[in-house]
């Protein structure tokens, strides 16, 4: 059974950084890509960033280009976002999804962490 | 970006009726587009991909058609438990999302 677990998020000070990680299990991480989608409360779903299966490309919504790093660690089966020079914007809650090529749906989805930035 | 347009925001149903969702496109997404259904406090789950193919384990209720720009998501027979919000996403380009059509009981 696949899963994704995120964990990392909580409340934090506009500017200042956070780091999500989702821990995947049920199928062999290092053959997928990975994204990471948000949700706003009571908003729709965006998508952030996309990494390769290998971690050789990476892509980015022009919101968090600069700001947000997406990267993995096949070894551990775990995905990261880092995020930088938080704003009150990003607050969300926060997906880790499996995909595959750029096209590809998201195909499973974890429980969300929920990353709330104020002063 | 593309953008995603669909319609209704809002759709009032009754349990045992056949509906259909639209989706359009602003520009041509070929078909890369997929549905996602999300129930309240859940995380969102894959309906449909690549417009009409279907994913194990969700319902023969649920079927997609379109090409290009306009797309559709029937359900053939509502049930209560389909009262949820229903996005759809292009990948033809950088992801986007459509704003969603909520489904609520009439």
């Known amino acids: 059974e696949v899963q994704l677990v995120e964990s990392g998020g909580g409340l934090v000070q506009p500017g200042r950084s956070m780091k999500l990680s989702c821990a995947a299990s049920?199928?062999?991480?290092?053959?997928?890509?990975m994204a990471w989608v948000r949700q706003a409360p009571t908003k729709g779903l965006e998508w952030v960033a996309t990494?390769?299966?290998?971690?050789?490309?990476?892509y980015y919504r022009d919101s968090v280009k600069g700001r947000f790093t997406i990267s993995r660690d096949n070894a551990k089966s775990t995905l990261y976002l880092q995020m930088n020079s938080l704003r009150s914007e990003d607050t969300a809650t926060y997906y880790c999804?499996?995909?595959?090529?750029?096209?590809?749906?998201?195909?499973?989805w974890g429980q969300g962490t929920l990353v709330t930035v104020s002063s | 970006d593309v953008v995603l347009t669909q319609s209704p925001a809002t759709l009032s149903v009754t349990p045992g009726e056949r509906i259909s969702l639209s989706c359009r496109a602003s520009?041509?997404?070929?078909?890369?587009l997929h549905w996602y259904q999300q129930k309240p406090n859940e995380s969102p789950r894959l309906l449909i991909k690549?417009?009409?193919q279907s994913i194990s384990g969700i319902p023969s209720r649920f079927s997609g058609s379109g090409s290009g720009t306009d797309f559709t998501l029937s359900i053939n027979g509502v049930e209560l438990e389909d009262l949820s919000i229903y996005y759809c996403?292009?990948?033809?380009?950088?992801?986007?999302f459509g704003a969603g059509t909520k489904l609520e009981l009439k």
């Open positions: 999804t499996r995909t595959y090529y750029s096209s590809s749906p998201f195909a499973y």
């Open positions: 049920g199928f062999t991480f290092s053959n997928y890509g």
């Open positions: 990494i390769s299966y290998d971690g050789s490309s990476t």
């Open positions: 520009e041509s997404v070929d078909t890369y």
């Open positions: 690549y417009a009409s």
């Open positions: 996403q292009q990948g033809n380009s950088l992801p986007t």
